[in-house]
């Protein structure tokens, strides 16, 4: 088993910046890829940023590229997301997740292990 808390998160104009952190504990001697998904109100969780075991690879979806970086620190079990240029549409629970499968993964069933979430609102 895998734990995963998520921090980071509150309110920011548009335009501004955070940094999510997302902290691993339990079973990480296995190899995980990250992930950070994002579940608007009323709206389905989304992919938002992939990061591989060794933190060489990342990806991220469309809507996120060249704003937010995804990097991971191993030896201390935590995960990142520095979001820059935040919008009004960035709002909405984040969420940290954990997954065995190699390869990229958007999927949300492709994860294993969640954190509880991170409230990120961005005003106008």
């Known amino acids: 088993q895998v734990q995963l808390v998520e921090s980071g998160g509150g309110l920011v104009q548009a335009g501004g910046s955070l940094r999510l952190s997302c902290v691993a504990s339990?079973?990480?001697?296995?190899?995980?890829?990250m992930g950070w998904f994002r579940q608007a109100p009323g709206k389905e969780r989304e992919f938002v940023a992939r990061i591989s075991r060794s933190g060489g690879n990342t990806y991220y979806a469309d809507s996120v590229k060249g704003r937010f970086t995804i990097t991971r620190d191993n030896a201390k079990n935590t995960v990142y997301l520095q979001m820059n240029n935040l919008k009004p549409e960035d709002t909405a629970v984040y969420y940290c997740a954990a997954t065995i499968k190699i390869n990229v993964r958007t999927q949300v069933n492709d994860y294993n292990y969640w954190g509880q979430g991170t409230q990120v609102t961005v005003s106008s």
């Open positions: 339990g079973r990480t001697d296995s190899n995980y890829a």
